[in-house]
């Protein structure tokens, strides 16, 4: 792949730094002061819970359970809650500037200040995708995501209340700037962590991520911290990495790691460049990289991928609901002159809850800034109509489609995506706005998630998405009856075959066709799946999914192989077979008529994960359909 040099690019029409103070420090009441008094109020009142609520205990016996068991919650779930309350704090004093919120504020800085690591446990590795420790070394710091989040955490509360601060004693600015000196700036400018991109290895969210909280760190000490000299070397090393960042991207846009990771990806991306920018000036010749092409499609990527309701296309580890926009997007858009992805964002922000528009469960203390500052505009943007056009990112081989009843996205591509499920050729279908045939996502995190018994998870596997699996033939009805029963036993079983990881296990002859009518026309997906499966008695699979619009969806297998078949379609809401089993009605949803086939079998699965319970509230279903011979076609209305 060629490397792109857009970023590098417009920083070499630069000279000289300044320092990031786009947004006010606790001195400025006049902005602070301008704040509508709604916002003002639901800030003090956030800030007076949390109060109430207690510093958790972070103990290194929950840091090593990830290595006994493979638990990353357990660590989490106290780790998280301390950034939580401290950003409560912070946004309460500087907006109501009595000191009444400081001992609290100066308990929970100090908290993180002492923490042996910033890291995570799954973190914990020298080397990419190596073994981590089983113990932190304070005396080799790892920049790993909360590392660096942890180090924007305090810088970006000692900037915005280091006049107060410096009234108490200079030592807590000391403190903090030790910590950064330590954990971020040497290990930073010294080392080469595998995140900063070499050319060499693809990149993914870590990489724009990480960036960003660096530069925050960096261009909030105050003026003469660094020298000129140092200052420019940050900037140089961050719009390389970005670079690298933008190397796995098409023109397209396209986010190979989906729309949950947008969050973490290309919202990122525009946190290093609104901070490069802010240093160089909002008049620099910095500020064109907004209107590049890459950057505007990377941008406008979460609206395209939107269905309704709060549901997004998901694919991989990414969440059917991962949530609503905020000012990030909103700001995004005004940086790109996007009209339709800032009103995107506020009329989600206008749908939301007061806790939700505080945007409470954020780590990320300059996130909250952003918020706080947008605020107002939000709440009164104009809103922008019209659904987005149907969209093929080539890209990642995905293909969105949509009129008034449904959405309909199909992916082609391969199986080497980031947060990589095995799904080529998988298809998801919302029936007005409901969720009809499914991708479930990812469960919990753990230590098994990002191991080399990642497919043995039932959610990653190609059989728990809506794809054919082969069993052979002269086992055909015995492995069937118990499919899907262990998946973990099925991914090793030499009988049954499942998808493979990896990028040779992809689509070929891939063609799209757009309609770009909302209600007439037609959009549709073609490929033939054969090769990502690894056996030779897969000779093909070719599946053609249309959106027939104003009318239906419309999927054509056509295959041929030395093994028996079976698809699986996945449902939300509870299937019932009729008519001589080849119509299946999905309750409150819609049907699907079956010619070539008839249903063996429906499974039934409750969602007992957490994170899988974010998303889906009740048990989903698996539809288990035999093709009477080599061709099936589902009409589904």
Same mark, same amino acid.
């Given at each position: ?402 009129? =008034?009843?449904?959405?309909? $996205? %199909? ?6 995506? +980031?947060? @990589?499920? /095995?799904?080529?050729? &998988? ?73 493979? =990881?990896?990028?040779?296990? $992809? %689509? ?6 757009? +309609?770009? @009518?909302? /209600?007439?026309?037609? &959009? ?114």
């Amino acid at each position: 792949m060629e490397h792109r040099s857009i970023v590098e690019e417009y920083l070499k029409k630069t000279k000289g730094a300044g320092l990031y103070d786009v947004y006010p420090d606790i001195s400025d009441r006049d902005r602070w002061d301008a704040l509508s008094d709604t916002l003002k109020t639901s800030l003090i009142n956030a800030g007076e819970e949390a109060l109430k609520e207690p510093w958790t205990q972070l103990l290194i016996s929950d840091f090593r359970e990830f290595t006994k068991t493979g638990n990353r919650v357990q660590f989490e779930d106290k780790y998280f809650p301390r950034r939580r309350k401290l950003n409560k704090l912070v946004m309460a004093e500087c907006v109501e500037n009595k000191g009444r919120f400081l001992d609290a504020i100066l308990d929970g800085l100090y908290l993180i200040l002492e923490e042996t690591t910033w890291c995570l446990p799954p973190h914990t590795s020298y080397e990419r995708d190596a073994s981590q420790e089983t113990m932190p070394d304070p005396t080799r710091p790892i920049i790993d995501l909360f590392d660096a989040e942890s180090g924007a955490e305090i810088a970006v509360c000692e900037y915005l209340l280091r006049p107060v601060f410096q009234k108490i004693s200079p030592y807590i600015s000391l403190y903090v700037n030790e910590r950064l000196k330590e954990r971020i700036f040497e290990p930073y400018l010294n080392q080469h962590f595998w995140w900063m991109g070499n050319g060499k290895e693809p990149m993914c969210n870590w990489t724009v991520w990480c960036t960003q909280n660096v530069l925050l760190c960096a261009f909030t000490r105050p003026e003469g911290f660094f020298s000129q000299e140092i200052m420019r070397t940050f900037l140089e090393k961050a719009a390389l990495s970005c670079d690298y960042f933008l190397d796995e991207y098409g023109d397209d846009g396209g986010c190979d790691e989906g729309a949950q990771y947008y969050t973490h990806a290309g919202l990122c991306l525009y946190g290093c460049l609104e901070v490069m920018s802010g240093v160089l000036g909002k008049e620099s010749p910095f500020t064109g990289v907004f209107a590049d092409k890459l950057i505007r499609n990377v941008a406008n990527y979460i609206v395209k991928m939107y269905v309704g309701n709060g549901y997004y296309v998901n694919f991989a580890d990414c969440s059917a609901l991962p949530g609503k926009r905020t000012a990030r997007e909103f700001l995004f858009g005004k940086a790109t002159g996007d009209e339709v992805l800032s009103s995107f964002a506020a009329e989600d922000f206008k749908t939301e809850t007061a806790d939700q528009k505080l945007i409470s469960d954020e780590i990320n203390l300059f996130y909250h800034v952003w918020q706080a500052f947008a605020y107002d505009e939000m709440a009164i943007y104009k809103k922008t109509e019209g659904l987005a056009e149907d969209t093929f990112f080539e890209s990642v081989g995905l293909l969105v489609a949509r009129d =008034d009843t449904y959405v309909l $996205a %199909a992916k082609a591509g391969d199986n080497a995506d +980031s947060h @990589n499920h /095995n799904d080529v050729g &998988s298809f998801t279908v919302y029936k007005g706005g409901k969720p009809f045939l499914i991708d479930l996502g990812v469960g919990t995190y753990t230590k098994k998630t990002f191991s080399d018994r990642r497919y043995e998870l039932w959610t990653m596997q190609s059989q728990f998405h809506n794809l054919p699996t082969f069993i052979d033939s002269e086992v055909f009805d015995d492995k069937v009856a118990g499919l899907g029963r262990d998946s973990e036993s099925d991914s090793h079983d030499e009988h049954v075959y499942m998808q493979h =990881d990896g990028e040779k296990y $992809a %689509a070929r002859d891939v063609k799209c066709l757009l +309609s770009k @009518n909302t /209600n007439s026309g037609i &959009s549709s997906l073609s490929m033939d799946i054969a090769d990502a499966y690894e056996s030779c008695r897969i000779k093909s699979y070719k599946r053609d999914i249309s959106l027939n619009k104003g009318a239906n969806i419309v999927v054509k297998d056509e295959f041929e192989a030395d093994a028996g078949c079976i698809l699986s379609l996945m449902t939300y809401e509870k299937p019932v077979v009729s008519g001589d089993r080849s119509v299946i009605s999905v309750e409150n949803t819609g049907k699907i008529s079956i010619d070539g086939g008839k249903v063996l079998e429906i499974q039934e699965y409750p969602i007992t994960d957490e994170r899988l319970a974010l998303a889906w509230k009740h048990e989903v279903y698996r539809v288990l359909v035999k093709p009477d011979d080599r061709k099936l076609k589902l009409t589904i209305e």
